[in-house]
């Protein structure tokens, strides 16, 4: 079983580069999220959507954006890379809102120099 | 802003010996979903409690609501090496999660 596939797992970027975080889902979810995990941050909401089509920000969707032109697919993009959005990137996807659990991907860890 | 802290932010252990970690909010939640990261891998979720005053348990952990549905605790006894790990609360909110810092657990064999 897939699940939340992400990615790449690691890349580093140069300040000022841009560059496009993968998400695939197999599940058929409509609800689907991006997070960044800092040290000692927890998690943190970028961007999520409710169903193809539809987007919205999170707490913290300054410097990134996202698209959902299909179920499966949830992009994040970086225009300008900047030191401060270096961080561990996690996708996740839930069927129904409600008390259903969020699955999660793998991460991507990107560093930014 | 909804904010949900979690005590303590680090834990270690000697095996066997039982442990409680928090997770509290000045607000209220719908649920409240408790998560267990590994490095290198995403969240996997443990439980949600959706009813205030509910306890949930799940072998060797117990899972507790409380009654105003602002605050949790999850409780481990005789802790194994295998329950090591990022323990994070999140708190449901409409379509959406808030997540505590979480409690980094540290159990020695």
């Known amino acids: 079983n897939a699940g939340v596939t992400q990615t790449p797992k690691f890349r580093i970027l140069k300040i000022g580069q841009s560059m496009t975080l993968q998400c695939t889902q197999d599940m058929n979810h409509n609800y689907m999220y991006w997070y960044r995990q800092d040290p000692g941050m927890g998690l943190k909401l970028i961007y999520y959507s409710v169903g193809a089509g539809i987007t919205d920000k999170g707490e913290v969707p300054n410097g990134y954006n996202v698209s959902r032109s299909t179920t499966e697919d949830f992009p994040l993009r970086l225009e300008l890379a900047a030191p401060s959005q270096t961080s561990v990137y996690f996708c996740?996807?839930?069927?129904?809102?409600?008390?259903?659990?969020?699955?999660f991907g793998d991460g991507t860890r990107l560093s930014i120099l | 802003t909804q904010l949900l802290e979690q005590s303590p932010q680090f834990l270690s252990i000697q095996e066997g010996e039982n442990l409680t970690v928090y997770c509290n909010s000045s607000s209220v939640f719908s649920s409240l979903q408790w998560y267990r990261q590994e490095p290198g891998e995403g969240p996997v979720l443990l439980v949600t409690v959706v009813t205030g005053g509910e306890v949930k348990k799940l072998k060797r952990l117990t899972f507790q609501f409380g009654d105003a549905r602002k605050d949790s605790s999850l409780h481990i006894t005789a802790a194994q090496p295998g329950d090591t790990g990022l323990y994070l609360c999140?708190?449901?909110?409409?379509?959406?999660?808030?997540f505590g810092a979480g409690t980094i657990l540290r159990v020695k064999s």
């Open positions: 999140a708190g449901g909110h409409g379509n959406k999660l808030v």
């Open positions: 996740a996807s839930t069927n129904t809102w409600g008390n259903q659990p969020q699955h």
